[in-house]
């Protein structure tokens, strides 16, 4: 299983951006039964939880995201095209990051700890600078 990140880059305060994390390589389970979960990591810090959406079990979908974006990041899955994305609005230079998605088959409602996780991209680099 191969989880892609894209869509990172260099934007200003106040700017948007949308990654994407692709997934391939799953198996007949579809990529619907897995839940995933966005994570960053700044230089000189521990990893952080940042958003996640779980997989379609029962029709249920739940998504948790932390505090400190909550009004400015959304997390949304495309079960057509095997992509989550992370939308991230008003971005500040504290958002600077390195952001990795991950996946789990085995949790039916996700959560941000990465130790639930067993999958991770490669991650993609996001800066937020004037």
């Known amino acids: 299983l191969r989880l892609v990140e894209s869509g990172g880059g260099l934007v200003q305060p106040g700017g948007s951006l949308r990654l994407s994390c692709a997934m391939t390589?799953?198996?007949?389970?579809?990529?619907?039964?897995?839940?995933i979960a966005w994570f960053r990591q700044a230089p000189g810090k521990d990893r952080e939880g940042v958003s996640c959406?779980?997989?379609?079990?029962?029709?249920?979908?739940?998504?948790d995201t932390a505090d400190s974006v909550a009004d400015r990041f959304t997390v949304s899955r495309d079960n057509s095209n095997n992509i989550v994305y992370l939308q991230m609005n008003n971005l500040k230079p504290g958002d600077t990051a390195v952001y990795f998605c991950?996946?789990?088959?085995?949790?039916?409602?996700?959560?941000?700890?990465?130790?639930?996780?067993?999958?991770w991209g490669q991650g993609t680099q996001v800066t937020v600078s004037s």
């Open positions: 991950a996946a789990s088959g085995l949790i039916r409602r996700c959560v941000l700890t990465d130790t639930e996780y067993d999958y």
């Open positions: 390589g799953f198996g007949r389970e579809g990529f619907d039964s897995y839940s």
């Open positions: 959406v779980s997989g379609s079990f029962g029709r249920t979908i739940h998504w």
